[in-house]
């Protein structure tokens, strides 16, 4: 098998995975609360890459970095798993998971926007005419279509759904400084973030063991949503030629997701979730032609 077959393996692994997070969620929401859900998985996910880096000898590496390197991670620990799972979850308690879990594929546009004011990046109108697209597609699935009165069928969790593609974002941004080994940088963010998410519960709801149920869903969410597929991932990355070769194989994920949240949660898909999807889906793929189509112009000019 050459390195871009098994880049695509391990994409494709990682994108099934990803696709059953939504049901997963919603499933263990029936058990559990959305806090301690995030608690329990995101202590799943540091036993997970402290293992993953005493076995590939990566422990060593903590002892090289500096207190700004931990600070780092602290903050990004905060946006993420802290701060973007913490009102995804809640989305996902009180919305439809199709709902919650297409929502949020909106952040690649989210992080086009934030790149304006925080990178300084200009866009242009086929930039601008892409994030209508996908904007549009959020408001035919918040509004499940009713688009005459324009109301939310729920507009704490729609707000909480697009609210996590901004912390989703924000890491993205800030994670692109961060120069640390990557597993070391999970390691350290999942860390602070479980540090961040103890308080919370403890000062919120108090800290409670959860039954077999919940306990179980947070493990798998903590293993599967935030450890094993980012893993596979990265190493899709790194095997690929090219990373648009694999990247596009994300967009397989909502998709398969919606299948799976039909026929394992129970819930009846509606027609303005998947129209809603194509045009987010759209926006984005629209997006990168710009970007792209940006790039080949400005080299052109440089010749």
Request: proline residues 2%; positive net charge.
């Amino acid at each position: 098998m050459n390195l871009q077959r098994k880049a695509y393996t391990y994409a494709l692994l990682a994108t099934l995975l990803w696709s059953t997070i939504g049901s997963a969620f919603k499933i263990t929401l029936r058990y559990i609360s959305f806090a301690d859900l995030l608690l329990f998985a995101a202590f799943t996910s540091v036993i997970f890459f402290l293992i993953l880096m005493i076995f590939t000898e990566k422990i060593v590496l903590l002892k090289q970095l500096k207190a700004k390197d931990y600070l780092m991670s602290a903050i990004l620990g905060a946006l993420n798993p802290f701060l973007y799972y913490l009102v995804l979850l809640k989305a996902y308690e009180l919305l439809l998971a199709q709902e919650a879990g297409t929502l949020n594929y909106i952040w690649p546009v989210v992080l086009v926007l934030l790149s304006i004011p925080l990178l300084k990046q200009n866009i242009g109108w086929l930039s601008i005419l892409a994030i209508i697209i996908s904007f549009a597609g959020t408001i035919i699935i918040g509004t499940r279509g009713q688009l005459h009165d324009m109301r939310f069928a729920n507009t704490h969790g729609v707000l909480l759904a697009l609210a996590s593609a901004v912390f989703w974002a924000l890491f993205w941004i800030f994670n692109v400084k961060d120069k640390k080994d990557e597993t070391v940088k999970l390691f350290l963010n999942f860390c602070f973030g479980s540090l961040f998410i103890l308080i919370y519960v403890i000062f919120t709801t108090g800290l409670k063991i959860p039954g077999f149920e919940g306990l179980t869903g947070a493990v798998y969410a903590g293993l599967v949503e935030m450890g094993i597929t980012y893993i596979l991932w990265l190493k899709a990355l790194k095997l690929s030629v090219t990373t648009a070769k694999v990247s596009n194989l994300v967009y397989l994920s909502p998709f398969l997701s919606l299948i799976i949240i039909r026929f394992i949660v129970g819930e009846e898909i509606f027609l303005t979730t998947i129209a809603g999807l194509i045009l987010i889906v759209g926006g984005i793929i629209l997006q990168q032609f710009a970007e792209s189509t940006g790039k080949q112009i400005v080299g052109r000019l440089n010749k």
